[in-house]
């Protein structure tokens, strides 16, 4: 539209409005400083009646289940022949037909944008472009996922999003991506989280494309208190780092520190709305098995969106087997949506439950010492009488007993769990 400002972030339906506005003001005829702050009020004011709508895409009624470049392949590694190996991967290795959907490529992916300010792939790494690997994963029946920024740059310093938000959005829909994590490096100071992701909220509804929208600013501004109408997962903590109970110089934590900046944040999260407790190390090499098993037992258990972060394409069986129980699967994607709860602890030893929507419980006995230690979880400390029946099923070895009354007990693994559901 000849002579029209354009306003960085604003779509062109409010820039029309914030321009019908200014020229109101200019009618008014008062002088440029009361005209500039009027002029603010009412583009503050389009902005604040963004934040207030409610948002509900519709998408990840259950935790989204996929996979994500960033943990194993990081920036280097990513181009279109390991995104198209790890879709061909996801359904030859059975993983797709356990759940798994979204192939969700992290940062650098893109490298500048064009002289119209259009976000520009890497085409050295990306020959075929977007649009031809959307609809290679799509062929394979599933999502195709990208990676933004909130701010001027990603945290590997590519192009962000800010002040292009509706055009990206736009753009991402023009390719088929079908899920989008927003990043939080390289913000201007001062800038509110809850109105920046609100802004890509609204403008991937504008696009018209259904799109899952993952808030990615490490739990900084509390997501959990603001986010449910914004996004349907929340990272909650910073970076994971492959290992048990490690920190890192750099602030990459392993998985019990994770665990421990969670507790408590459950009952923020349900249909739609996600804790995102990061990206699985499962397969990447810095734990045991005994350690995968349990990092993923409790991410089912927190109802945690199950990302894998490993090489598909190369994996043992004894990762595959982890990746693939689908009993542990059915805990994370248990209808009810309800995030399990630690309740009860004693030094290195914890028992975590989970309600399900058939009236069962998940639960978790989850040893942190290093030594095998025998754990027992209490009838009353998940929320049924002491004298109630059940059936108790082990989601890692299948054994079953019915008719246990009272409490359950097993020798869980040093740096190890046992999971297992209870039903009445
Ligand atoms: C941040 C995010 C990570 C990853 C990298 C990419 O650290 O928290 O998950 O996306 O940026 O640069």
Known sequence: MAGRTEIPGVPSRLGTIVEVSRCEVKKMNVGPIVCRVLFIVLALQLGSAAVCRASDNGLAKT????????????????????????ADAMVSSGMKDAGYQYVVMDDCWQTRRDAEGNIVADAERFPSGMKALADYVHEKGLKFGVYTDAGTKTCAGRPGSLGHEYQDARQYANWGVDYLKEDWCNTLPGQDSQFSYTLMRDALAASGRPIVLSICEWGATKPWLWAAPVGNLWRATGDIQDCWDCTTKWGRIGVMLILDEVKGLGSYAGPGHWNDLDILEVGNGGMSNEEYRAHFSLWALLSAPLLAGNDLSNMSSDIKAILLNKEVIAVDQDALGRPGALVWKDGDL???????????????????????????????????????????????????VSGRKGSYSALAPGHGVVMVTVKP
């Open 63 to 86: 935790p989204p289940m996929g996979w994500n470049s960033w943990n194993k392949f990081g920036c280097k590694g990513i181009d279109e022949k390991v995104v198209r190996e790890t």
């Open 350 to 400: 914890e028992v975590w439950s989970k309600q399900l929507a058939d009236g069962g419980r998940a639960v978790v006995l989850l040893n942190r010492g290093a030594a095998a230690a025998t754990i027992g979880a209490q009838w009353t400390d998940i929320g049924y009488p002491a004298g109630l029946a059940a059936t108790v099923r082990d989601l890692w070895t299948g054994n079953q």
